[in-house]
């Protein structure tokens, strides 16, 4: 038989695997898997060369005589961050608020995604799935407009509430609606990333407490919760640093008087067009960030974020 | 297990306060958008479709729409090489310096949005490539990178090293080894990873907003900007269109991986 009555696939591959093979003799086979990973490597790279770049630009104050950055080298835009009131206040509220988004979220995530891995039933199951995946694929500005035709002066709840006779209150443009927003923006990221680590633990356990006399609160107490760690931890981790660095609740649901920290980077760079300000606060909130992912991966290891192969 | 009915009534008062506060948004968006009245209320005026002629005709949102699809095909397309490869290449060899590596590709998760966002703003801005599409593209490949990668990490854990070692062994070489025994097992990782990449470019805000001008919004964008000065329900119309994109999204999930897929403990 002819090599031309091959099927066309099959000559295809013989010259794909001709064609690897002249290019990576088989004594490269070490090194095949940086050259896997060297795409992804260099996409990546992008954001570092981004992150050098905000560094030297947060070194450069802006001279307010020709508007342009300077030319050498100072640590002024920190100093004036450090000292004004105004950067602590907005860092504080954003901390502070980050800190109740997280706590909140995870114990409204809980429940949901315990009742999700343990249901018998598929449906409620896929249900359930469903009504986590649909807000966390519509994205913030949308979801953020819902809550403004639902709290709004002439929104539902107050025409709910203009039905029983109570006046019309003012529930948006407040640190509360922000944080209500973001914690419904996080709840599916909770979720999502609690549920794995449930599945992990397996039913018998909860029986096996439950036949040593445990009721379920005790249960849950010294059996689910400390058997969950690594997913509340990246759960945590995931909510913390997603709400501390949110930028669309607070410009959206606060209304320009509830401004976080990337409002405030935001505004440094297209207001008030100081470059150098608006990068030492990125550069700042970068580190505080990173700070408090440091933390929490040396106190409690890298949880369910981990990529790659398993620890044997 | 029987369960006590207390644990049964707090679970359901929690589960269902989350299912409130998670689809009362989406709901509202929808009622709103039928609306045969000029403002927003709720219950809506009457039933229409007047706001949909409306946005129809809109060339501005229409355009704006077809912006965000392009930028979210270009981050899925770039998305699915690279962090096919890179999954495979973590989860089945063993590597130097990997633990330096792992921290290394999760900085798009560590950093945070706006970070990237101003970083990718500045390298762009000098690299003269602001006000086209195609780098807000791969700056959403880029941030959301590790969702790709974590995809494909996850079913490739589940690929028995034995099964390459097998085919070697029936003579198949390395490329025949590749697209018929590593990829198939992987496939429901790359599938899943690519939705959810197409479907956060789809949505990517804030990394839009710093990278797009007046020529380039995204739909994101430009209803940001738009609930901003007035709230109309044409607004709410356009908003359908992503909850129509993310229905679908989340059906093709179902239908070739299934949702379960998320719940799977590593």
Redesign the interface.
């Known amino acids: 038989m002819s090599k031309a009555a091959y099927p066309l696939r099959w000559r295809v591959m013989d010259g794909l695997e001709a064609v690897v093979a002249a290019l990576w003799p088989k004594n490269f086979a070490r090194a095949l898997p940086y050259v896997m990973v060297l795409p992804a490597i260099l996409l990546v790279m992008l954001l570092v060369i981004g992150l050098v770049q905000i560094g030297d630009s947060s070194a450069r104050t802006l001279d307010r005589s020709t508007f342009l950055p300077s030319d050498y080298y100072t640590g002024e835009n920190y100093g004036r961050i450090f000292t004004d009131g105004l950067y602590w206040s907005i860092l504080w509220r954003s901390l502070l608020g980050s800190l109740v988004v997280t706590s909140v979220s995870l114990v409204f995530a809980f429940p949901y995604s315990y009742l999700m891995v343990r249901t018998p039933s598929a449906l409620l199951r896929k249900f359930l799935l469903i009504a986590l995946f649909l807000p966390f694929f519509i994205g913030q500005v949308v979801r953020a407009y819902g809550w403004l035709i639902i709290l709004g002066n002439q929104g539902v709840v107050n025409e709910m509430l203009g039905l029983i006779g109570i006046e019309p209150m003012r529930l948006l443009y407040n640190y509360p609606a922000v944080l209500f927003g973001l914690v419904q923006y996080m709840i599916p990221f909770a979720v999502l990333m609690l549920a794995p680590a449930l599945t992990a633990i397996p039913e018998e356990m909860e029986s096996a407490a439950n036949s040593l006399g445990a009721n379920w609160w005790r249960t849950f107490v010294h059996v689910l919760l400390p058997m969950a760690k690594p997913g509340l931890v990246g759960a945590g981790l995931v909510v913390l640093t997603l709400s501390l660095t949110d930028f669309a609740m607070p410009a959206i649901l606060g209304g320009g008087s509830q401004d976080f920290i990337a409002n405030a980077i935001y505004d440094q760079f297209f207001r008030t067009s100081d470059q150098g300000m608006g990068a030492a606060l990125t550069l700042i909130l970068v580190g505080v960030g990173s700070l408090l992912v440091g933390i929490v991966f040396t106190l409690f290891g890298a949880g369910t974020l981990a990529m790659g192969r398993e620890k044997k | 297990?029987i369960?006590?009915l207390?644990?049964s009534i707090?679970?359901?008062t929690?589960?269902i306060?989350?299912?409130v506060?998670?689809?009362?948004?989406?709901i509202?968006?929808l009622g709103?958008s039928f609306t045969s009245g000029n403002?927003?209320?709720?219950p809506p005026d009457g039933f229409s479709l007047q706001w949909y002629a409306k946005i129809a005709m809109a060339a501005d949102l229409r355009n704006a729409f077809l912006r965000s699809l392009a930028v979210a095909s270009i981050c899925t397309l770039?998305a699915i090489?690279?962090?096919t490869?890179?999954?495979?290449?973590?989860?089945?060899?063993?590597?130097k310096f990997?633990k330096t590596?792992?921290i290394?590709?999760?900085?798009?998760?560590?950093?945070?949005?706006?970070?990237?966002g101003?970083?990718?703003?500045?390298?762009f801005g000098?690299w003269g490539i602001i006000g086209q599409i195609w780098p807000i593209g791969?700056?959403c490949?880029?941030?959301n990178?590790?969702f790709m990668?974590?995809a494909v990490?996850a079913s490739a854990?589940s690929l028995d090293p034995d099964l390459e070692l097998a085919a070697a062994n029936c003579g198949a070489?390395?490329?025949?080894i590749f697209?018929h025994v590593t990829l198939p097992a992987v496939l429901p990782g790359v599938i899943s990873g690519s939705l959810l990449m197409f479907?956060l470019a789809?949505?990517?805000?804030?990394v839009s907003?710093?990278l797009t001008d007046a020529r380039t919004v995204t739909l994101?964008v430009q209803?940001?900007n738009s609930?901003?000065s007035i709230?109309t329900p044409d607004?709410?119309a356009i908003?359908v269109v992503?909850?129509v994109?993310?229905?679908l999204?989340?059906a093709l999930?179902?239908k070739l991986v299934g949702?379960?897929i998320?719940?799977?403990?590593?």
Do not use: H
């Open positions: 297990m369960q006590p207390s644990k707090v679970i359901w929690m589960v306060a989350v299912l506060v998670l689809s009362a948004p989406t509202v968006v709103a403002i927003i209320k709720f770039i090489p690279v962090g490869l890179a999954g495979i290449a973590l989860s089945k060899y063993a590597m990997e590596l792992q290394y590709l999760l900085l798009p998760f560590t950093v945070p949005l706006i970070g990237s101003i970083g990718l703003m500045l390298l000098q791969i700056a490949c880029v941030i990178l590790p990668i974590w990490t854990s070489p390395p490329v025949a697209f479907i789809l949505n990517e805000f804030l907003l710093l994101p209803i940001y609930i901003r709230i607004l709410a908003s992503f909850i994109c993310a229905a999204v989340i999930l179902d949702l379960d998320f719940l799977k403990s590593k």
